[in-house]
């Protein structure tokens, strides 16, 4: 007996980008996703069908789907998207915010009147606009730091506006684009000069169809929650279900003063409060919010500071990169719960997390003397024999230009699942020798 037909889709790997470069910056974290929601899914006796880049074919071998479509290069992606879509009763949608990307997808499915297990049309408007979440904050009187619109300009960026909500925000300040999706082109400025230089030099050009804002920077521990809501009324006092709380590795490079998000850990390391403490705070906090609207399975970002003060700074309507490592350490199936969710039930106050998992972009560059097409041949089913927590494979998304041969660089994506962070530890460094051993010099790998 066939299960219900499920469409499954990520939009980096699934074609978004068939006619222009994948980002490498989100590619590992999107086929990550992909591959474990679909699993989870599988488990539950869907049908699953989803879409994949004719240049990462080659991986259709790792899902579980029961049908994978190749998207060529030369073919009409919203046609092939839409059919997917008619052809299935569910959908479920990964995609990022920015240019309504999210938006039109999911758009499409309501269109077609499809039971979208994904986060609603709603959510998605709310968390798509950092102004219209800071606003949603400000409203239901929730911590969140001071946020500003930057005016539009032809081909640069306001610099007296800009600086002038510097000097208020007592010299540091974020600046980010108000659709953006993780940590791309998020900026951090502790200095006038560092501003002005920004400004004279912003690529208006490249940004045109973009607007920015400007928020006061909290110096804290950035942390993140993975919730699940369900439709609310007055019998089933459904409050939306906090799944964990995360921790974020954000790097800064201090020339460009750009951050970049590598991962992450749940529960978090080293906080300055207990894990139940935490918890209780930010649930209270919730209940001042209307996030049944939302439904489904998103995440809201935040800053811990020293003093035990939280401040909410953006939420995530979409399947978050946590989600890769929670189902490990989860003590039920994390699809189960969407599941639940789109029916309107949700299971306790909280869910058992058994252990400890770290969730990493993995970076390398091969040092070593094997010829290029015989490690190309060789790396996919080693490494994953070697390091089954590899979720995304080692790949090298260039690897058709002449400069990427000769750099021998790749990336993937892993899930560590341990009992302690001792040997969440250990797991790391018997990763990294093996690695070292093959003739790989890791670039990228983050530990607690």
Same mark, same amino acid.
């Given at each position: 007996m066939v299960g219900k037909k499920l469409f499954i889709f990520e939009f980096i790997t699934g074609g978004g980008f068939h006619k222009e470069e994948i980002p490498c910056s989100l590619f590992s974290e999107g086929f990550s996703m992909l591959r474990s929601i679909i699993e989870d899914f599988k488990s539950l006796n869907f049908h699953i069908s989803t879409l994949l880049d004719e240049r990462i074919s080659f991986l259709a071998e790792y899902l579980k789907a029961d049908t994978v479509q190749i998207l060529q290069k030369h073919e009409n992606f919203k046609k092939i998207y839409t059919t997917q879509v008619k052809d299935c009763q569910y959908c479920f949608i990964i995609g990022p915010e920015f240019s309504n990307v999210l938006f039109d997808l999911t758009r499409v499915a309501k269109s077609q009147h499809k039971k979208i297990l994904s986060v609603g049309m709603e959510g998605i408007q709310l968390g798509s606009s950092k102004m219209k979440t800071y606003q949603f904050f400000k409203r239901h009187q929730i911590n969140t730091?001071?946020?500003?619109?930057?005016?539009?300009?032809?081909?640069?960026?306001?610099q007296t506006f800009i600086l002038d909500k510097f000097e208020e925000f007592n010299g540091s300040c974020i600046i980010k684009p108000e659709d953006g999706v993780g940590a791309d082109y998020t900026f951090l400025f502790e200095e006038k000069s560092e501003l002005i230089h920004f400004c004279k030099n912003f690529p208006g050009e490249e940004y045109s169809n973009r607007r920015f804002i400007i928020q006061n920077y909290i110096k804290g521990k950035p942390l993140s929650i993975s919730v699940i809501s369900a439709p609310f009324d007055e019998s089933s006092q459904n409050f939306p279900l906090i799944l964990s709380?995360?921790?974020?590795?954000?790097?800064?490079?201090?020339?460009?003063?750009?951050?970049?998000?590598?991962?992450?850990? =749940? $529960?978090?390391?080293? /906080?300055?409060?207990?894990?139940?403490?935490?918890? #209780?705070?930010? !649930?209270?906090?919730?209940?001042?919010?209307?996030?049944?609207?939302?439904?489904?399975?998103?995440?809201?970002?935040?800053?811990?500071?020293?003093?035990?003060?939280?401040?909410?700074?953006?939420?995530?309507?979409?399947?978050?990169?946590?989600?890769?490592?929670?189902?490990?350490?989860?003590?039920?199936?994390?699809?189960?719960?969407?599941?639940?969710?789109?029916?309107?039930?949700?299971?306790?106050?909280?869910?058992?997390?058994?252990?400890?998992?770290?969730?990493?972009?993995?970076?390398?560059?091969?040092?070593?003397?094997?010829?290029?097409?015989?490690?190309?041949?060789?790396?996919?089913?080693?490494?994953?024999?070697?390091?089954?927590?590899?979720? =995304? $494979?080692?790949?090298? /998304?260039?690897?058709?230009?002449?400069?990427?041969? #000769?750099?021998? !660089?790749?990336?993937?994506?892993?899930?560590?699942?341990?009992?302690?962070?001792?040997?969440?530890?250990?797991?790391?460094?018997?990763?990294?020798?093996?690695?070292?051993?093959?003739?790989?010099?890791?670039?990228?790998?983050?530990?607690?």
């Open positions: 730091p001071a946020t500003y619109l930057i005016p539009p300009m032809q081909d640069t960026i306001d709380i995360n921790s974020q590795s954000l790097s800064l490079d201090a020339s460009t003063h750009q951050f970049t998000y590598s991962g992450g850990f =749940t $529960p978090p390391p080293l /906080l300055d409060m207990d894990y139940p403490e935490l918890f #209780e705070i930010i !649930r209270t906090e919730l209940k001042k919010m209307p996030l049944n609207e939302i439904r489904g399975y998103f995440g809201i970002d935040f800053i811990l500071e020293g003093e035990g003060q939280i401040y909410f700074i953006e939420l995530n309507p979409r399947l978050t990169t946590p989600y890769v490592g929670l189902r490990k350490i989860l003590d039920c199936n994390l699809a189960q719960l969407i599941l639940d969710a789109y029916k309107g039930i949700l299971q306790g106050n909280f869910r058992k997390l058994n252990g400890f998992c770290s969730y990493s972009k993995l970076e390398v560059q091969y040092v070593g003397k094997n010829d290029g097409d015989i490690l190309e041949g060789q790396l996919i089913p080693e490494t994953l024999m070697k390091i089954p927590e590899l979720i =995304t $494979p080692l790949i090298s /998304l260039r690897a058709s230009s002449d400069s990427a041969k #000769e750099s021998k !660089r790749y990336a993937g994506f892993l899930a560590i699942a341990s009992a302690s962070y001792d040997l969440l530890n250990s797991r790391i460094a018997e990763i990294t020798r093996y690695l070292e051993e093959k003739g790989f010099k890791v670039l990228s790998f983050k530990r607690p």
